[in-house]
């Protein structure tokens, strides 16, 4: 009975230990320049908390903040950049991106309004010889799990103009994707936050999940 109980006690103990070992965790970038990098402090939890219900992927739940010029951005395979404002990157945390990027990592954008001309300015110095490419409506990112067909969905109105998904591709791989005139950041965020309705959220969730997803099995 004893052997029996240190059995399952042990087997108990491995699962554990297996659990914990593949779980991943995605970050927020910190950046200088005066934008307000933290402007959506509700909206990656929720990301995660969704994925982890719908994916059954094993996220962690506490998101860490990771200043884009540190080594510790490369223990992360997706990171999520927003704000309104300014952004500026030194050559240091431009290459340090840029060397992410190479390495595997991934970088979701979101233009919380107002950060559109800033990160295409910066960008454009990480990788000098690309331009964001719009993604055609076929792209696997808008065809994983959930489908969407139009591609990105409308979250949020900024300037009267239809939600763009745009691409920076290395070596034929997908290293950046940035949503432009439509929002998803602010559509993860807690419901009393923005008041959107549940079928906005949804859309919004369901297109986060389809970039983790896009991520984790390219």
Same mark, same amino acid.
């Given at each position: 009975?004893?052997?029996?109980?240190?059995?399952?006690?042990?087997?108990?103990?491995?699962?554990?230990?297996?659990?914990?070992?593949?779980?991943?965790?995605?970050?927020?970038?910190?950046?200088?320049?005066?934008g #307000?990098?933290?402007?959506?402090p509700?909206?990656?939890?929720?990301?995660?908390?969704?994925?982890? @219900?719908?994916?059954?992927?094993?996220?962690?739940? @506490?998101?860490?903040?990771?200043?884009?010029?540190?080594?510790?951005?490369?223990?992360?395979?997706?990171? &999520?950049?927003?704000? &309104?404002?300014?952004?500026?990157?030194?050559?240091?945390?431009?290459?340090?991106?840029?060397?992410?990027?190479?390495?595997?990592?991934?970088?979701?954008?979101? #233009?919380?309004?107002?950060?559109?001309?800033?990160?295409?300015?910066?960008?454009?110095?990480?990788f000098? #010889?690309?331009?964001?490419v719009?993604?055609?409506?076929?792209?696997?990112?808008y065809?994983?799990?959930?489908?969407?067909p139009?591609?990105?969905?409308?979250?949020?109105?900024?300037?009267?103009?239809?939600s763009?998904?745009?691409?920076?591709?290395?070596?034929?791989?997908?290293?950046?994707?940035?949503?432009?005139?439509?929002?998803?950041? @602010?559509?993860?965020? @807690?419901v009393?936050?923005?008041?959107?309705?549940?079928?906005?959220?949804?859309e919004?969730?369901?297109?986060?999940?389809?970039?983790?997803?896009?991520?984790?099995?390219?």
């Amino acid at each position: 009975m004893k052997f029996l109980k240190y059995i399952i006690i042990t087997l108990i103990a491995l699962t554990v230990y297996s659990t914990r070992a593949q779980e991943v965790s995605i970050a927020l970038v910190k950046y200088n320049g005066g934008g #307000d990098w933290y402007a959506n402090p509700t909206s990656l939890p929720n990301l995660v908390k969704f994925c982890n @219900d719908r994916l059954n992927t094993n996220i962690n739940t @506490d998101i860490p903040t990771v200043p884009i010029g540190s080594s510790e951005l490369f223990n992360y395979p997706f990171v &999520h950049i927003t704000g &309104h404002g300014n952004i500026i990157l030194s050559p240091e945390e431009v290459e340090n991106l840029r060397k992410y990027l190479m390495s595997g990592g991934f970088l979701h954008i979101s #233009d919380n309004y107002g950060l559109d001309p800033y990160i295409r300015r910066e960008m454009k110095r990480v990788f000098p #010889d690309q331009e964001f490419v719009e993604l055609p409506l076929n792209h696997p990112i808008y065809h994983q799990k959930f489908n969407f067909p139009d591609g990105l969905p409308k979250i949020h109105e900024h300037d009267n103009k239809d939600s763009q998904g745009f691409g920076l591709f290395v070596g034929g791989r997908l290293v950046c994707f940035y949503d432009f005139e439509c929002d998803l950041g @602010d559509g993860w965020e @807690d419901v009393q936050v923005h008041h959107d309705s549940p079928e906005k959220r949804n859309e919004a969730l369901e297109m986060g999940a389809n970039m983790i997803q896009f991520v984790f099995t390219q």
